[in-house]
């Protein structure tokens, strides 16, 4: 079963740090381009960052030289570690690959508030 599972998320101030986690079964994960999107409210969901299975990455300008993106493919585990958080970073995230998995996961919800 192709699954995607998001962890790590929480309610922090602005200025500290989160880790996010996606955790993949059911697929060869190590050949797959994945992607961090995010859900926040009243907004359209929107592509965070991405990383290429030869581990090239792309950011979102909001998040650059904020957000690092990687991947342990012996884990089967995508993660995004943000830093500086700022209230606007607010919003559900998730993961996904390219072409992306149908049935997304729960997303975590992260929360930037002082």
């Known amino acids: 079963q192709v699954q995607l599972v998001e962890s790590g998320g929480g309610l922090v101030q602005p200025g500290e740090s989160l880790r996010l986690s996606c955790a993949a079964s059911?697929?060869?994960?190590?050949?797959?381009?994945m992607t961090w999107y995010r859900q926040a409210p009243g907004k359209q969901c929107e592509l965070v960052a991405q990383?290429?299975?030869?581990?090239?990455?792309n950011y979102a300008d909001s998040v650059k030289g904020r957000f690092t993106i990687s991947r342990d493919n012996a884990k089967r585990t995508l993660y995004l570690q943000m830093n500086s958080l700022k209230p606007e970073d607010t919003g559900v995230y998730y993961c996904?690959?390219?072409?992306?998995?149908?049935?997304w996961g729960q997303g975590t919800q992260v929360t930037v508030s002082s």
């Open positions: 996904n690959r390219i072409p992306p998995i149908f049935t």
């Open positions: 059911g697929y060869i994960f190590s050949i797959y381009t």
């Open positions: 990383i290429t299975s030869g581990d090239l990455t």
